[in-house]
């Protein structure tokens, strides 16, 4: 039932601060807070009330009949993978209230509300164990995503928003598409129709029809982690993007893209996932590439922070098609830690224009004798995006580059040019913006105690996934033995038929 | 066939007794007595005692009345469905009418002879019942669509319509005369249950094709759409609605009990409508894109939705039948809260249709905008609203029957649907531009109905069990 009243009360949440925003400018902000913290507490109790036993997949799970005419079940479930995404999600959706505490002036009660309900639907999205469910909390999650973009976003808002509506909601339906073939199909395998995931893994398809279903499920997730060449809606969307916006689309939306490749792609489709393997690769090693040295041409301050993302989430894509413990963990680390990061950076670039009004690189240029304190973090940041070790980012693309060396030594050689790119565009976004003569003659101020409250807790957190990232390894452990065992059976069933 | 009727026949044809004597009754008293309140009073109890009849006959069907009437379960679902979309349409043109003098009673007439007209349509098993139904419709449209004889643009439209109508209508009857001339029968079930085969195909076959251009006119599909932007956009709003509506669901009801499953294995027969779904769901999709008048958007995104309920009419078999039945609901439902909309913000100069009336919306009347939002969501497919299960249902239907073609159309001409819903929502939520808006009251009746909309859209988006069991429960009587 917890998992229930996780979703409830960021919903319940969400229309509370809606209304409240009649009587006080300050009290959605206090509500939407309050909500997170009740979660995170939820959260907790989760952890603490999970069983140990291993015949026990799930920490905590609700399943309900919803449609029965097609099968369809209301099945919330979480493990070790679910249970670190919830713990971003919540993390990252404080972050986003707290950074949105002055940038936000207008309509503060609707912001809150969507706010609000684009976590509930991330976390419904990493919740859901029905395939109908997860399409559905998929699709939902985008609507406030794209008001969020539409009415508090930039100069070219509704240009960005469309373009990222439209993007999602047509790999989206194909992705539908796929999951419909995929239900009929096991019900022609087996008499049953059903959405329920843990019935359709192991369904016995055809090699032909699983190619098509996985690339269906795989075009969804790629377009969401994003996957060069269908990335380009993310750089608009983060640009335009309010701060809030761009650090739950950094921070969580990029991951449910992540997480839909780790729990159904290759869990479901093994065997296509394995003759695509080389695909998903090359694809990943070309976005590492590809967004970094996009990241190091760009002018506008936050579209040069949007391509790192595209770079650190092809380390996602590379160490997933990888599948094997070591880019697996790399993996997950990668997607916490970018989470952190880039949203560190998101919110000091939405502060930065907060102060100066631009984000032009060109109209910056020697801020740190300015605002030392921000420039000191954005430079901590800076180096946590370009792999510094004793920092969590440093780790993740780490143990994916260990763990696909085993899968390819050429791909692998080509990804850690990428982490030397990374280098090139965060010194020069650190040159440009901070160091060298202050021609403009800013005079701003440095950062607010909340400022520096969001700060040092994003830096806390990154050193301490850098020291001491076992917790979070061995959190995902069992959830990964089960992952990895639904995609062993079958090549293990192959391997002893002969 | 027996000719004569008995009592309990009679009694299975009370939802369609009540609405013609409820005609008469509304005639009789617009004669006695001219009155608004108990003319729309007056109808709307004819149409809530002829849907409840409907409930309270469904132990006795299915019950051939006559060799031209059905009742069944399929006929009194969507004589339910036409009965209560006609009432909130007359709640609507209550609404609507208040706002203007003159003489306003007429309309309700006519609207009960064309719900009357559909109520024929959908229980109709024969030939010379599917023409009487359609032609008690249409000259009831006539009069509804160019009610405001003062207006330009609706003179254009009923004009217009008047003449298609009974162009189509004329090419319907000769398509019946050849298909009886290669049968020598006028029932819908000898037609079916005959083989397509042998010399007759050479006058059956043009003979299914004619018949198809009065129904697709009905339907407004493409190429026999090209009147449908121009009478959404020249009749008054809740006749809009009621021509969106209601006329469609009579006809696509009639379409599937006249063609039924069993012609699909004609490929003639499936070619020709497969090529009428693909070019509504592009051309219905395309040509909305670059419209500003709020109705002639509804008007273009309608050929496309009959496009997907198509779709699911091809892919055949029970659960096709259930998902057009599903998505014909839905659509009603979602297309009333959107003319709901439009009634409830029109004044008595002109209907509120430029997309400039809807700008910033949602900052002076939140509960109406995000009424609005989900309509347009809900058209737009979008989760948690009826218009979502409804593109499930019918995709999942074409899955059911691999008919992936035309699923791949269908997924890629809503995303360009999706485009221009996009641009109303903007709309809706951009700033508020300087100028004043007359700030139209919200009456009860409007409030009520609009209310009751928005809870169905969203109740049975998130929980479609009950409905999809009543659809079960009705639709299976159909094959």
Known sequence: MILIFLIVVLLLGGILAAISARWSRQLPRWISLAAIAVDLVLAARIWTGRSFSASQAWYDEVNWNWIPSFGIHFHLAVDGLSFLMLILTFFIGIIAVLCSWTEIREKIGFFHFNLMWVLAGIVSVFLAMDVFLFYFAWELMLIPMYFLIVIWGHEQRVYAATKFFLFTQCSGLLMLIAILALYFMHHQSTGVYTFEYSELLGTTLSGGAELAIMLGFFVAFAVKLPVVPLHTWLPDAHTEAPTAGSVILAGLLLKTGGYGLLRFVIPLFPRAAHEFTPVALALGVIGIIYGAVMAFSQTDLKRLVAYTSVSHLGFVLLGIFSWNPLALQGAIMTMICHGLSTGALFVLVGGLQERIHTRDLNRMGGLWTVVPHLSASALFFSLASLGLPGLGDFVGEFLVLLGSYKVSVALTVVATLGILASTFYALRMMQRAFFGPNTNSWQLPDLTPREVLIMAVMIIGLLWLGFFPQPVLNTFAPAMDNLQREVQMPAAALRSEP | ?479
């Open chain 2, 1 to 479: 066939m027996n000719t004569t009727m008995n009592a309990s026949d009679t009694l299975a044809l009370l939802p369609l007794l009540i609405l013609a004597g409820t005609a008469i009754v509304v005639m009789l008293g617009i004669a006695v007595k001219r009155s608004h309140e108990l003319t729309a009073g007056l109808t709307l109890t004819g149409l809530a005692a002829s849907f409840l009849s409907a409930c309270a006959v469904a132990p006795l069907v299915p019950r051939q009345v006559t060799s031209l009437l059905l009742i069944d379960g399929y006929a009194l679902f969507y004589l339910g469905l036409i009965i209560a979309s006609a009432a909130v349409v007359a709640v609507l043109s209550f609404q609507y009418f208040a706002k203007h003098d003159g003489q306003r009673e007429e309309l309700y007439l006519l609207l009960l002879l064309a719900t009357l007209g559909c109520g024929v349509l959908v229980t109709s098993v024969h030939f010379a019942s599917f023409l009487l139904g359609l032609e008690i419709l249409s000259v009831s449209l006539y009069g509804m669509v160019a009610y405001f004889t003062g207006r330009g643009q609706a003179l254009e439209a009923g004009i217009k319509y008047l003449i298609l109508a009974s162009a189509s209508a004329a090419f319907l009857l000769f398509g019946m005369a050849l298909i009886y001339a290669a049968t020598g029968i006028m029932a819908f079930s000898s037609i079916r249950n005959l083989s397509l085969g042998g010399s007759d195909l050479a006058l059956l076959l043009p003979g299914i094709a004619l018949s198809v251009t009065g129904i697709g006119f009905k339907l407004g599909v493409v190429p026999f759409h090209l009147w449908t932007p121009d009478v959404y956009q020249g009749a008054p709003a809740p006749v809009a609605a009621f021509v969106a509506t209601t006329s469609k669901t009579a006809v696509v009801a009639l379409l599937l009990r006249f063609l039924g499953a069993g012609t699909h294995q004609s490929p003639a027969v499936f070619f020709l409508f497969s090529v009428i779904a693909v070019a509504s769901m592009c051309a219905g999709n395309l040509l909305a894109l670059r419209q500003n008048n709020v109705k002639r958007i509804l008007a273009y995104s309608s050929i496309a939705h009959f496009g997907y309920i198509l779709v699911a009419f091809l892919a055949g078999t029970t659960m096709g039948a259930g998902a057009v039945a599903f998505y014909l609901v839905a659509y009603t439902v979602t297309i009333l809260a959107a003319f709901g909309i439009i009634t409830v913000l029109s004044t008595s100069e002109a209907d509120a249709d430029d997309l400039e009336d809807y700008r910033g919306l949602f900052w002076r009347r939140p509960v109406l905008a995000s009424v609005f939002t989900a309509v347009l969501l809900s058209l737009a497919g979008i989760p948690a609203t009826m218009g979502f299960v409804g593109k499930f249902y019918i995709l999942a239907s074409g899955a059911n029957a691999a008919a992936w073609p035309l699923m791949v159309v269908l997924v890629l001409t809503s995303v360009i649907g999706l485009f221009y819903y996009l641009r109303i929502v903007v709309t809706l939520f951009s700033d508020v531009p300087e100028q004043q808006f007359s700030m139209q009251e919200l009456e009860r009746g409007g409030a009520f109905v609009l209310g009751g909309l928005a809870v169905l859209l969203i109740g049975f988006g998130v929980y479609p069990a009950p409905l999809l069991n009543l659809i079960r429960a009705t639709i299976g009587a159909l094959n």
